[in-house]
């Protein structure tokens, strides 16, 4: 168990409206990453963070933007959630460099 | 962009058999990992590869990071049906980077 709680766990919601999804972690793990899951493709980076205030873009990061102001928390936002960001999110994290992604239990999320 | 081809999608097997499945692409590798996700549930990490050449088990899985480091192998003996679930492979491009590239999973259904 690699101590991440993402929530909320499902949510439903109108297109255009804002959504924030959040990841907390208990260890104080450096690394936190949002990736999704749709079918047909592997999971996808979206964003990732590698320290307080420390965020940068994955492969697919239009239409989301990310805030980690404390170490176990790292949050997702879809500024005006569209159609094509329904979704499996999941939040990940890893202990070191090297070291392997750690997933939580992820967040479906579907914009009507 | 860069591919992991997973094979095969989806498998049905007999409980007791064997179980094989690879990844493969045109990129090298720093590190291979393998997945197993249930449904509702985040992807669970079973075997971590390091090393070319590399040969690690887990209980009845066995996994091979290829010489070549552009494919991994993860073989299941004597399946019961609590193998049945999605097995995703992931690889590392470059040590310390943050990027995965997944697969896209193969389904195993294992019959009673």
């Known amino acids: 168990d690699a101590g991440i709680t993402q929530s909320p766990r499902h949510k439903v919601t109108e297109t255009g409206t804002p959504v924030t999804l959040r990841c907390h972690q208990t260890e104080n793990h450096r690394y936190m990453y949002w990736y999704r899951q749709d079918p047909g493709h592997g999971l996808r980076l979206i964003h990732y963070?590698?320290?307080?205030?420390?965020?940068d873009k994955g492969e697919v990061s239009d239409g989301y933007s990310v805030s980690r102001s404390k170490t176990e928390d790292f949050l997702l936002t879809l500024e005006s959630a569209t159609s094509s960001q329904t979704s499996v999110y999941f939040c990940?994290?890893?202990?070191?460099?090297?070291?392997?992604?750690?997933f939580g239990n992820g967040t479906r999320l579907t914009v009507t | 962009g860069q591919q992991l081809n997973q094979s095969p999608q989806s498998m049905f097997i007999q409980e007791g058999e064997d179980v094989s499945m690879n990844c493969t692409s045109s990129?090298?590798?720093?590190?291979w990992l393998w997945y197993k996700q249930d449904p509702g549930e985040g992807p669970v990490l079973l075997i971590a590869l390091y090393k070319a050449g590399e040969l690690t088990s887990n209980g009845r899985l066995t996994a091979q990071f290829g010489i070549t480091r552009k494919d991994s192998f993860l073989n299941i003996s004597a399946s019961i049906p609590s193998d049945v679930g999605i097995y995703f492979c992931a690889g590392q491009l470059g040590a310390g980077t943050y990027k995965y590239i997944f697969g896209t999973g193969t389904r195993l259904k294992v019959l009673a």
């Open positions: 990129s090298i590798f720093n590190t």
């Open positions: 990940a994290i890893r202990t070191g460099t090297n070291s392997p992604l750690h």
């Open positions: 963070s590698y320290g307080v205030k420390d965020t």
